[in-house]
């Protein structure tokens, strides 16, 4: 192997391991708002909405950095397709009507969106380890 193509694989190896930490942030930020969900099913009220959302407004914004890091790694690695929008989509009307509604089938919905991300997540985190993995190997040979 020549320098480039280590030099090149170095490149992608830096990504990922930023990647890797703000994965398992967002994670961490789904689960404390899948839980205060579940609370919130259970008629936890207006504070529980409050905050369950400022979680999920704290696991968006860590999603926008994931996707711009997801962006550099896919320009790194032109050849390999990595879907790149894990953004949460929860604002507009499903928080709205969390809110508005705050009945048991809005709460329900969100938590299925919360699941959703979360499921996202993991499946994201499972890839990027995956790519890490084979690029170690191919980085030692």
């Known amino acids: 192997m020549n320098d480039i193509n280590r030099k090149e694989i170095q490149d992608v190896l830096i990504i990922i391991d930023q990647l890797i930490p703000l994965v398992d942030q967002a994670e961490d930020k789904f689960r404390s708002a899948r839980?205060?969900?579940?609370?919130?099913?259970?008629?936890?009220?207006?504070?529980?909405?409050?905050?369950?959302?400022?979680?999920?407004?704290?696991?968006?914004?860590?999603?926008?950095?994931?996707?711009?890091?997801?962006?550099?790694?896919?320009r790194e690695l032109k050849e390999v397709v990595i879907p790149t929008d894990f953004s949460m989509n929860t604002a507009s009307f499903a928080t709205f009507a969390d809110f508005l509604f705050d009945g048991i089938l809005a709460d329900v919905y969100m938590q299925s969106k919360i699941m959703s991300s979360m499921e996202q997540v993991r499946e994201l985190r499972n890839r990027l380890v995956y790519l890490k993995d084979k690029l170690i190997t191919l980085q030692r040979q």
């Open 35 to 74: 839980n205060w969900g579940f609370l919130d099913i259970l008629g936890g009220g207006f504070i529980v909405d409050l905050i369950k959302h400022s979680k999920l407004g704290s696991a968006g914004e860590i999603m926008n950095r994931i996707n711009y890091l997801l962006h550099d790694l896919q």
